[in-house]
């Protein structure tokens, strides 16, 4: 019996640590990138254990020229990364997969998907990021790199 039990907890420690849930608190709050040409918005908000929300958005010259919106969904296989995109697909939700999560990494994909088909957000430091779009465009593989910084509360 003793012998059993010391196999149980074994198993259950690895299991455990192999399961471990990425800490993406990070990702919440106002982020921003601010350039001549424009101003990108992104304002993560936390809704409960199981989902994130967001809403992005490009001002130029205060015009709205960009926005969509973006919910993060806890599943039994990761998270999915749902976006809405205004005028884009007739602003019917896509879904992305999460194929690679860590605390500092949250990569997000969609094959069938043309652009983007995958989506990274990559911790750089508390209070900056780099969002980055992957996908093809005219036959050419293309990326869009978004750094951003954190705005205080």
């Not at 690895?14 to 849930?21: L, R, W």
């Not at 199981?50 to 926005?67: C, P, Q, R």
Request: glycine share 4%; aromatic share 12%.
């Amino acid at each position: 019996m003793r012998r059993f039990l010391v196999i149980f907890i074994i198993a259950l420690a690895i299991s455990s640590c192999s399961h471990k849930e990425p800490n993406m608190a990070w990702l919440e709050g106002s982020w921003r990138n601010t350039s001549k040409s424009m101003d990108f918005n992104e304002n993560w908000k936390r809704l409960d254990d199981e989902h994130l929300t967001a809403e992005s958005f490009i001002l130029v010259k205060k015009d709205t020229v960009f926005y969509e919106r973006i919910i993060l969904t806890k599943t039994t296989q990761g998270w999915d990364y749902t976006v809405s995109v205004r005028d884009q697909n007739k602003e019917l939700p896509v879904t992305f997969a999460s194929t690679l999560l860590s605390d500092g990494l949250l990569i997000f994909e969609n094959k069938q998907h043309d652009f983007p088909n995958r989506i990274e957000y990559k911790k750089i430091t508390e209070d900056s990021l780099v969002a980055t779009i992957f996908g093809t465009q005219k036959g050419k593989p293309i990326s869009e790199v978004f750094p951003m910084k954190k705005m205080q509360p």
